[in-house]
Nanobody
Framework: QVQLVESGGGLVQAGGSLRLSCAAS????????MGWYRQAPGKQRELVAR??????AYADSVKGRFTISRDSAKNTVYLQMNSLKPEDTAVYYC?????????WGHGTQVTVSS
């Protein structure tokens, strides 16, 4: 079993920054993908960024502002969010894919005020 715990959300003014963390525990294999998704009220959950052993990918809406990184030794993934906009307001979820199984965290709220 795998557990994911997100932290780092909060309230920030537009133009500000936040850093999200997602710590994974349990049966974690070396080859896996981790990512951040978000869901705003009334909208579908969408990919923000994901990271594999060798690559990263970002949604067009966050390119140049958000950076995903990982500490493999700690099984932790981070999302550095800069130049935040009100439209970034959402619940941010961490996801881990391994061995054809998907695991989700419970989410952390990010609110950007204008």
């Amino acid at each position: 079993q795998v557990q994911l715990v997100e932290s780092g959300g909060g309230l920030v003014q537009a133009g500000g920054s936040l850093r999200l963390s997602c710590a994974a525990s349990g049966n974690i294999f070396s080859i896996h993908t981790m990512g951040w998704y978000r869901q705003a009220p009334g909208k579908q959950r969408e990919l923000v960024a994901r990271i594999t052993v060798s690559s990263t990918a970002y949604a067009d809406s966050v390119k140049g502002r958000f950076t995903i990184s990982r500490d493999s030794a700690k099984n932790t993934v981070y999302l550095q969010m800069n130049s935040l906009k009100p439209e970034d307001t959402a619940v941010y979820y961490c996801k881990l894919d391994q061995l054809n199984r998907v695991y989700w965290g419970h989410g952390t709220q990010v609110t950007v005020s204008s």
